[in-house]
């Protein structure tokens, strides 16, 4: 088990018998948990940071795509300072900070769990690519200024 430094949250890897790979699992999802004291596990020979830094996924499969944001100025102070889940590249592009990101898509073919994360970042974002990704975000804050600007 491990806390994810980012959010606080408990995360739990496990390597079933016979297997390699490492699974992570968000232990407020797990309803029937219990720790047993006398079985020994074995330590596991990975980086608990490494499966933390690609956290994304409790809502997704094994399909991602990767999208690329750019932060304006104003959000530098923010963005730049840590390694963010799934990250592929940064860089500093005229002053603006550009972002490439792995995403999970979920049974919908949509990164969710990312759009949520942009979503927060309001007018401190823009998504430059795939175009379908930046398309669902403009339409997003159409939506919001159609409703908005009604009242």
């Known amino acids: 088990m491990e806390i994810n430094r980012t959010n606080l949250d408990w995360y739990v890897f496990i390597r079933r018998r016979g297997e390699d790979k490492v699974k992570t699992f968000h232990l407020s999802r797990f309803t029937d948990a219990v720790r047993r004291q006398d079985d020994f596990s074995p330590d596991l020979s990975f980086d608990p940071r490494c499966e933390l830094d ?3 996924g409790i809502i997704g499969g094994h399909d991602s795509c990767v999208i690329t944001l750019r932060f304006p100025p104003e959000a530098l102070a923010w963005v730049t300072h840590r390694r963010w889940p799934g990250q592929v590249t940064s860089s500093l592009d005229g002053g603006h900070y550009r972002l490439t990101l792995r995403a999970p898509l979920n049974h919908q073919q949509l990164p969710v769990e990312v759009l949520a994360w942009i979503r927060g970042w309001g007018p401190r974002v823009e ?13 997003e804050a159409q ?9």
């Open 143 to 151: 939506a919001l200024l159609d409703r908005y600007s009604q009242k």
């Open 127 to 139: 998504v430059i690519s795939p175009d379908w990704v930046r398309a669902l975000w403009l339409a």
């Open 54 to 56: 690609g956290a994304w």
